[in-house]
C-alpha cells in the first residue's frame, strides 16, 4: 500500500498504512419492570474516531517524540489525505436583490457549469459539516477578478479574511484553493442552511465572468490524539509499528439531542 501522507498539527505521520474510520455514538440503557429488555435511547453523536497505523524507521526516531508531544489533550486539525474528493454539502451564489440560486448539484461530478462572480456585490458559499481545507475547481471558462477576498464564518453571522493559496489564480485556472483551517471558524447559517462550515468569496472588480464545471472539497477534522502505542521501541530496533487513535471535538452533524439528565428521567414515560 502507498503511504498516505497524513497530517496531524502540522507534523506529517511516518509511512502511514493504514487509516480506520468509526462513527460513535452515546447511548442511555435503562431496564424497564417487566421486560426483556432494556430501553435504549440515541442521545447524541461522540463524533468519529480514526485509528492510524505505521512506522517509524529507526533513523526516524525523532518522529517519536514528534507525535508523543501532540498527544497533550489539544485539539489539532487531522488531515486524513483521502484519495479521493468529495463534494461539498452546499453551494450558494448569492446576488443583490437579494437572490439565491443552488449550484449544490450542479458543482459535484457530472454537473453543469455554473457562474462565478458576474458583479461586486455577488458572493459564492460553501458549505460542509465537517471542516475542510481545500476547494478544487475545474473551469468551464476562465474568468479574471480583481480584489478577490476569501472570508470564513465565525459564528451569528459574523466574517472574518482567510489567508489562501489560490493556485486557480482568481478561477483563471483549473486548480486548487488551499487554507489552514482557522481556530475560531464555527458553523453558521447561510440561506437559511444551518450547521454548516462556511467559506465565501468575492471581489472588488470584474473583467471576466469564470463558469465552473465541477467543484470539490477535502474535508478534514479536529481531533485530539490519544496515547500513542508502539510495537517496539524505534531507538532499538530498525522499525517500529505505532497506532495512533483520534478522536474528533466537532460533531454537530451527528448530534440528536440534549445530554441525559440521571434527575429528570422517568423509565414510566417510554413506550
Not at 501532540?70 to 474528493?85: M, Q, S, Y
Request: charge should be negative; charged fraction near 15%.
Amino acid at each position: 500500500m502507498t503511504p498516505r501522507a497524513t497530517n496531524f498539527g502540522g507534523l506529517t505521520l511516518p509511512h502511514v498504512t493504514v487509516i480506520k474510520k468509526q462513527r460513535t455514538r452515546l447511548f442511555l440503557e435503562v431496564p424497564l419492570p417487566g421486560r426483556a429488555f432494556s430501553y435504549r435511547k440515541d442521545l447524541a453523536g461522540k463524533g468519529l474516531t480514526f485509528t492510524v497505523d505505521g512506522w517509524i524507521e529507526s533513523a526516524d526516531t525523532v518522529a517519536k517524540e514528534q507525535i508523543d508531544a501532540l498527544a497533550d489533550g489539544n485539539a489539532r486539525i487531522l488531515d486524513l489525505d483521502e484519495p479521493w474528493l468529495q463534494p461539498f454539502d452546499n453551494v450558494f451564489y448569492y446576488t443583490a436583490a437579494p437572490s439565491w440560486t443552488n449550484d449544490t448539484t450542479a458543482a459535484y461530478v457530472g454537473g453543469s457549469p455554473f457562474t462565478v462572480l458576474a458583479n461586486i456585490t455577488d458572493y459564492m458559499y460553501f458549505g460542509h459539516h465537517e471542516k475542510f481545507n481545500l476547494l478544487s475547481s475545474l473551469m468551464s471558462q476562465a474568468g479574471s477578478y480583481a480584489g478577490i477576498v476569501w472570508q470564513y464564518s465565525q459564528g451569528n453571522g459574523a466574517w472574518n479574511n482567510l489567508t489562501v493559496l489560490d493556485a486557480t489564480m482568481g478561477f483563471a485556472l483549473n486548480g486548487t484553493v488551499t487554507f489552514t483551517p482557522p481556530s475560531d471558524w464555527a458553523q453558521d447559517t447561510v440561506n437559511s442552511i444551518g450547521n454548516r462550515f462556511w467559506v465565501r468569496v468575492l471581489c472588488t472588480s470584474v473583467i471576466a465572468v469564470a463558469t465552473i464545471n465541477q467543484l470539490l472539497m477535502n474535508p478534514c477534522y479536529n481531533c485530539t490524539l490519544q496515547d500513542p502505542q508502539y510495537s517496539m521501541d524505534p531507538t532499538i530496533w530498525d522499525q517500529a509499528n505505532y497506532e495512533l487513535a483520534f478522536q474528533q471535538q466537532e460533531n454537530p452533524s451527528l448530534s440528536l439531542g440534549r445530554e441525559f439528565d440521571p434527575a429528570g428521567f422517568d423509565p414510566n414515560g417510554f413506550d
